[in-house]
């Protein structure tokens, strides 16, 4: 079975978790909304699930996986189904549900990092919540940064099985997701960042050593992965990264 | 085994979402933190698991529900736990996904709800971000609840089961969610909805079927229930509610 991932086209976004676990897992998948309109892809693609009302369970907003007849939205309820399948994830209740809530953790930061620079709207332009963005901005690097990368921090240096990863032995989704976070950091607040890393030891050398796992670098290092942009959830503004 | 809730003694908040499935479920409960001090209550016992070293599984905030020796936090994660213990979720994978990004749905909603009054920063006070919230507001009441209440609408009247549940043909945590998203929304707009219930007859009747269960009745109408105030998620301020 070929998975089908629905996601924005010209963006990372919460799509690239997805992606990532499913690189990581070699899976067999195709990014519909990346095809041109006449084999099927285009973003009219993503509308038909957003608007139809012939879906058993539809979805809210991308990104969507459809898997054989099931079609899964929310990006961590996407990743603890692909976790399962791929052993990017415990198999107990318990582990896997620990995954799940640092994945979620994980999501309540990314609508943070995003609102850096929409904290009135999404729908308005970023030139006409610059000065907000500005406040907002500092706010997030004094305080919800901190607290985000240290609680990540904590949880490395507390993991009774390994400081390698954040559940277990061995790699899950999470550790993926948690990459991906420090990847969006630094391409949208690179002077900040250099400044507070050596805080956080653990996390970036989890980092790294995602970074060098031979899927995510062949994925990372190809024209498949978007570059990041200013129309993503991470954005790069001059003035927002003193 | 008596369940343990952690939370912030003095508002909803999203304890109470945990706070209604436990109810509906006539479970054995205590809400540690509003118990006397002296009894191992208050804040500070709330706290020591967001700084303590030894657990397991670190919570990043509340409201955290210990069940024997697990310790669980993020609201949904609760829900999905509790769901499958007190049959407020369907069994099969397929269903209890399903249910669960539902609520990851209404979570995600309730951090905009929050945000409206809040937009620059949790910790600056609304009077300094004002005339931000303002403008938050009106695209909140525009756009964003719309959107909200209109998706949930869908799913009532497309569910093959039944439209009185959001999933399948009996209760399940999710409705009790949409109910309490409902009753938060009145407190905090009482124009607006005046004015937007009736585009949402499915939902607000599954609002009224949900506040004549006898358990449900019961706790709101009981001391224990916290009035919704303005240090709670969804507050009222005058001038938001036009």
Do not use: C
Request: hydrophobic content about 35%; cysteine-free.
């Amino acid at each position: 079975m070929r998975y089908e991932l629905y996601y924005w086209p010209t963006i990372q976004g919460r799509g690239e978790f997805i992606r990532l676990a499913l690189e990581e897992a070699a899976a067999d998948y195709i990014d519909v909304v990346r095809q041109p309109e006449s084999e099927g892809g285009g973003v009219s693609a993503m509308f038909d699930f957003l608007t139809g009302d012939d879906i058993e369970h539809p979805p809210f907003a991308p990104p969507i996986l459809k898997a054989g007849k099931r079609v899964i939205a929310q990006t961590s309820v996407i990743l603890m189904f692909l976790g399962a399948r791929h052993k990017l994830a415990p198999t107990g209740d318990n582990g896997r549900e620990w995954t799940h809530q640092l994945q979620l953790t994980t999501d309540d930061f990314l609508v943070e990092a995003h609102d850096v620079h929409h904290p009135l709207a999404k729908s308005f332009y970023y030139e006409d919540q610059r000065d907000e963005a500005l406040r907002r901005t500092e706010n997030f690097k004094s305080e919800r940064l901190p607290k985000f990368l240290g609680y990540m921090e904590r949880v490395l240096s507390q993991n009774p099985s390994s400081r390698k990863h954040l559940v277990g032995g061995r790699l899950t989704y999470v550790d993926l997701s948690l990459f991906q976070i420090i990847e969006g950091l630094r391409y949208a607040f690179p002077n900040t960042m250099t400044r507070v890393e050596p805080n956080y030891p653990l996390t970036l050398a989890l980092h790294a050593r995602v970074a060098e796992r031979p899927r995510i670098r062949a994925y990372t290092e190809s024209e498949q992965r978007i570059p990041f942009n200013t129309h993503g959830i991470f954005r790069y503004y001059e003035e927002l990264d003193d």
